[in-house]
């Protein structure tokens, strides 16, 4: 069971390079996200999709674009490299939001350094 | 603006022991509260994942309980395995129901 795959798992980009983060889901999840972890802290939400053709923003979208043309993909561009950009991106999906009782299911993360 | 707490930050026990990670979150208006795992270099494990209507849910060796009304959540593990050292997270859905709020965990060791 593949679940959520993200690509690649380890990248380092020098400063105002660009980049895509690739992240793909095979249980037919309509809603997709992507989040990124800082060291010690919890998960901050960076895009959402509730489907294909559908993204809104999360608590902390600057600096990042996301496109939904599939159910199944869900990548997320970085378009000019900061150092604030380092950090540890998850990708998860689920049936539906917090109104249903599905939960999300996380990929393992893409661990993204600037420099 | 909804935040969530989760004390203590850090917790090491023997094996065997019974414990009792805390979360707690400011605005009750939620629709589900997770419980996670998450293995160092790894992805989130859901764990267990209560309602807004329910009050505990249970798997195995762990009850994770909610009180919306107080706006805090317990997770309880029976007699600790060395295999259940990770941190634990938990995450509280948006009002919008569109995503979650996330605490910034529990690291928890067992010792053999």
């Known amino acids: 069971n593949a679940g959520v795959t993200q690509t690649p798992k380890f990248r380092i980009l020098k400063i105002g390079q660009s980049m895509t983060l690739q992240c793909a889901q095979d249980?037919?999840?309509?809603?997709m996200y992507w989040y990124r972890q800082d060291p010690g802290m919890g998960l901050k939400l960076i895009y959402y999709?509730?489907?294909?053709?559908?993204?809104d923003k999360g608590e902390v979208p600057n600096g990042y674009n996301v496109s939904r043309s599939t159910t199944e993909d869900f990548p997320l561009r970085l378009e000019l490299a900061a150092p604030s950009q380092t950090s540890v991106y998850f990708c998860a999906s689920s049936y539906a939001t917090g109104f249903s009782n599905q939960p999300q299911h996380f990929g393992d993360g893409t661990r993204l350094s600037i420099l | 603006k909804q935040e969530v707490t989760q004390i203590p930050a850090a917790l090491s026990v023997p094996e065997g022991e019974n414990l009792v990670l805390n979360c707690s979150f400011t605005d009750s208006a939620i629709y589900n509260l997770q419980w996670f795992r998450q293995d160092p270099g790894k992805g989130l494990t859901s764990l267990l994942l209560i309602q807004s209507s329910q009050r505990e849910q249970t798997s195995g060796r762990l009850n994770a309980s909610l009180d919306k009304s107080s706006g805090r959540s317990t997770l309880y593990i029976a007699a600790s395995q060395p295999g259940d050292s990770a941190t634990y997270l938990c995450a509280v859905s948006n009002q919008a129901g569109t995503a979650l709020i996330f605490g910034k965990g529990t690291t928890l060791s067992v010792s053999s």
């Open positions: 999709s509730v489907g294909a053709g559908i993204t």
């Open positions: 249980m037919n999840h309509n809603y």
